[in-house]
DNA sequence: AGGATGTTGTGCTTATTTTCCCAATATGAC
DNA sequence: GTCATATTGGGAAAATAAGCACAACATCCT
């Protein structure tokens, strides 16, 4: 299903790179060898070659690569040369913030809805969207085609809601709830958790204080 | 300077198993075979046992791994069998999104001071704590000894703050900004960006729609 | 025109990570 | 007590990922 040709840890890198050269690009440069980028991310150059390599030959030996096309290139490559509409589900906190960060538009990810199941939030106005009764999620999923959605619900509400949001057509589910999904293969599921992230630190810091 | 006894992969891991095994061990469970955790985390049973083996033996032939055990053995490994500290730097939505999450708490994790140098915010009540202005933030960590750090600035200032924060005692640093930090090696720095986990999975959506 | 320098793409090597497999041990049924 | 079943820990093999090194090509300087 996914193609294997390419490994999934290569795809992960690529949005690092696009993220770079878009950043490079702002700053005015043209041009960018895989020793510069690499030194940008700490990584090593020869990986990044490689990397790109498995797509196509976008760089001239003795000069490096043109940040415009390599962008154009893993935009394409990425699926991100067009914008994706998504939902978000969950209007605590975290899904007030997210409708506000204006990083999704930026780079072709558009918030369409957001849902909640709470009476006390449903109607209620959120940035430039009304939330909705979670209820009505699975029929806009479907009459709008919408295929991404954004998991911002409890930990025990979360696979029930997973569950929801894929029989309505969503295939791809950015999760920030504390637990593992367990969906079909077909869809995408990528986590987002903090706690994780700082467990995973604090095993590196000394048990002072 | 990091224990690369350990692969770091296998401490990212770590951090997972902990939060499965706390979520059963409020369900009530009280021993749990590698072959069972591993279909919950959707892994391989002999990776979990090997993970847990580079630390000890925890688990009984037979029988499997006590959970209230394994779950104070992950914690002490994890150094998170105790209370952190933390600061939060940027008090933009994201900021006040992270102020009023309980899972911090929950899980060991106390946000102590937030911080942001935008003068309409300072002062401003948030949660519990009342924004200070960031050109104190130096002088806090120093004299409470913090050293976890969550950067929730701009990507355009993140680096300057990050190296402010590394130079007042910091030593761990949760970036939400969509950047790579240049930081001294004995700084562990972990990255939160939606974009790049949206545009990992838009390589796998078809171009529909 | 030619040499010095810089850079890619990739075959091959090395390193890392995952998985297989099984001896050793535990439990429960009869 | 013995057998059937369940499960760990870890050596060995397999799979995956990362990195080296170089031919080929580009640019610039003199």
Same mark, same amino acid.
């Given at each position: 299903?996914?193609?294997?040709?390419?490994?999934?840890?290569?795809?992960?890198?690529?949005?690092?790179?696009?993220?770079?050269?878009?950043?490079?690009?702002?700053?005015?440069?043209?041009? +960018?060898?895989?020793?510069?980028? &690499?030194?940008?991310?700490?990584?090593? *150059? /020869?990986? $990044?070659? #490689?990397?790109?390599?498995? @797509?196509?030959?976008?760089?001239?030996?003795?000069?490096?690569?043109?940040?415009?096309?390599?962008?154009?290139?893993?935009?394409?490559?990425?699926?991100?040369?067009?914008?994706?509409?998504?939902?978000?589900?969950?209007?605590?906190?975290?899904?007030?913030?997210?409708?506000?960060?204006?990083?999704?538009? +930026?780079?072709?990810?558009?918030? &369409?809805?957001?849902?909640?199941?709470? *009476? /006390?939030? $449903?109607? #209620?106005?959120?940035?430039? @969207?009304?939330?909705?009764?979670?209820?009505?999620?699975?029929?806009?999923?479907?009459?709008?085609?919408?295929?991404?959605?954004?998991?911002?619900?409890?930990?025990?509400?979360?696979?029930?809601?997973?569950?929801?949001?894929?029989?309505?057509?969503?295939?791809?589910?950015?999760?920030?709830?504390?637990?593992?999904?367990?969906?079909?293969?077909?869809?995408?599921?990528?986590?987002?958790?903090?706690?994780?992230?700082?467990?995973?630190?604090? @095993?590196?810091?000394?048990?002072?204080?």
């Amino acid at each position: 299903m996914t193609d294997k040709q390419v490994p999934d840890v290569v795809v992960g890198r690529l949005p690092l790179y696009l993220r770079t050269l878009k950043q490079l690009q702002t700053e005015g440069r043209r041009v +960018i060898s895989s020793a510069q980028l &690499a030194k940008l991310l700490h990584l090593n *150059p /020869a990986q $990044i070659r #490689k990397d790109l390599s498995m @797509f196509g030959e976008f760089g001239r030996q003795g000069v490096g690569y043109t940040i415009p096309d390599l962008i154009a290139q893993l935009e394409r490559i990425l699926h991100v040369d067009r914008t994706w509409e998504m939902i978000v589900v969950g209007a605590g906190a975290l899904g007030q913030a997210l409708v506000n960060y204006p990083g999704f538009e +930026i780079n072709g990810f558009r918030i &369409a809805a957001i849902y909640d199941n709470d *009476p /006390a939030k $449903i109607g #209620k106005p959120i940035g430039r @969207f009304i939330v909705r009764d979670v209820q009505y999620m699975p029929e806009d999923v479907r009459s709008h085609g919408w295929r991404i959605g954004i998991l911002a619900v409890p930990e025990a509400a979360a696979q029930a809601v997973a569950e929801q949001m894929v029989s309505a057509g969503i295939r791809a589910i950015l999760c920030y709830a504390p637990t593992v999904l367990t969906l079909p293969g077909n869809v995408q599921v990528q986590y987002i958790d903090p706690i994780v992230h700082l467990q995973h630190m604090a @095993f590196y810091l000394e048990e002072t204080d």
